[in-house]
């Protein structure tokens, strides 16, 4: 497998482990931001962090945590493929013999290439997410962006 092949597929795969280890964290930090205030007296909804898995859990099931997952997913898994991909063809322009060890300021203009680059990316999906956060919340539009 080439050079980019496998960057590409290290990537992805790194993309997609980091969401199926964090997405349940974002979920749950969502359910907890989101939840309406209670009235005086009362407790609200999620007594916590614990609380909230508890009760999705029983609510919803192991894939509750998981709700949403699709669009993410497959943003996490591009960004990363871009991202391993960039760094090592910029890693491959920077050396100066094949096999030789980069510097710390190769390395760093091997990561900030990597980095523009995704951000081409990243900035117009994150801009479309943030636009739909509110009105996912309310289900009014953007429905089915993010299952």
């Known amino acids: 497998m080439g050079d ?7 990537g992805t795969v790194g993309g997609a482990a980091q969401l199926i280890v964090g997405h349940p964290f974002d979920t749950i930090k969502v359910k907890l931001q989101s939840q309406p205030a209670p009235l005086p007296g009362q407790a609200p909804k ?7 898995v508890k ?3 029983s609510a919803e099931g192991p894939r509750g945590l998981y709700k949403g997952m699709g669009a993410p997913l497959a943003t996490v898994a591009a960004f ?6 960039v760094r090592g063809q910029m890693e491959g322009l920077l050396r100066s013999q094949p096999g030789a ?3 710390v300021n190769q390395q760093v203009v ?3 290439g990597a980095g523009v680059a995704v951000s081409f990316l990243a900035c117009p999906t994150e ?3 943030c636009r739909s956060v509110p009105s996912l919340l309310t289900l009014t539009t953007f429905p089915d962006l993010f299952t």
Do not use: R, S
Request: no cysteine; charged share 10%.
């Open 101 to 103: 060890p980069l510097t």
């Open 55 to 57: 009760q999705t859990l």
């Open 4 to 10: 980019v092949a496998k960057d590409l597929t290290a």
């Open 127 to 129: 801009l479309i997410k």
């Open 110 to 112: 091997a990561g900030a």
């Open 80 to 85: 990363n493929a871009v991202l391993f991909t």
């Open 46 to 52: 999620y007594a916590g962090a614990v609380d909230a």
